[in-house]
């Protein structure tokens, strides 16, 4: 079945540094989501992928799906203590209604 | 608008008791999902639906039932419950499938 691997599992920076995960995925992916999760709250959507080489930015926030549409990353810049929380990636195979959802990364950000 | 409801928000089960979990959306959305999430394993999907009167298996159906007699609301249950079903229970709708994914609070579900 469909696997999307996530990395780093965990990451702590300190107020100021920039911060990124990565999202791969065994198969072609058609579209892939990304949520935040603060502690103790609920996954939230912030963006969605669904062009080859797409990238897409919202604040201090920067999205990119990769060429072959089976890897993502995000990169926040200048993280504050606000960014902290899970980043979760989740990727739909074709048609499936599914999302297939990495284990995500924690970030803390030390003040 | 109150988005997705889940009810309770914490239930602790001895081994063998039953329970439903309740998920109710006032989005008019056509899909709706039950997640599990334990540390250090993302999220789960367990069940799914596609619109009233249907569901499907996720990727780990084992252990739960469910259904969607009505298109707002998405019932998980627990016929036996083990202490390997100890989890937070995640609910979520979207308008179609390749939408975004709308959750609600959670449930924290301890089985002794």
């Known amino acids: 079945g469909q696997q999307v691997m996530q990395i780093p599992q965990y990451q702590h920076v300190q107020e100021g540094e920039d911060f990124t995960t990565y999202c791969n995925s065994s198969t072609t992916l058609s579209n892939i989501q990304w949520y935040k999760q603060r502690p103790g709250g609920h996954p939230v959507f912030l963006i969605q992928?669904?062009?080859?080489?797409e990238v897409k930015k919202q604040k201090r926030l920067t999205f990119q799906f990769g060429e072959a549409k089976k890897n993502s990353s995000l990169h926040i810049t200048a993280t504050q203590t606000t960014d902290v929380g899970t980043y979760f990636c989740a990727g739909r195979g074709g048609s499936n209604y599914k999302l297939t959802f990495g284990k995500g990364t924690l970030l803390t950000v030390n003040p | 608008n109150a988005g997705v409801t889940q009810t309770p928000k914490f239930r602790v089960l001895k081994t063998g008791q039953s329970m439903t979990l309740l998920c109710a959306q006032d989005m008019n959305h056509e899909y709706m999902y039950w997640y599990r999430q334990d540390p250090g394993m993302g999220l789960r999907l367990i069940h799914y639906?596609?619109?009233?009167?249907?569901?499907a298996k996720g990727e780990v159906p084992d252990g739960y039932n469910v259904s969607r007699l009505k298109k707002q609301n998405f019932l998980l249950g627990l016929e036996s419950a083990a202490p390997s079903q100890t989890s937070v229970y995640f609910c979520?709708?979207?308008?179609?499938?390749?939408?975004?994914?709308?959750f609600g609070d959670g449930t924290r579900l301890s089985i002794l």
């Open positions: 992928l669904v062009k080859s080489g």
């Open positions: 979520a709708s979207s308008t179609v499938g390749n939408q975004p994914q709308h």
């Open positions: 639906s596609v619109g009233e009167g249907t569901t």
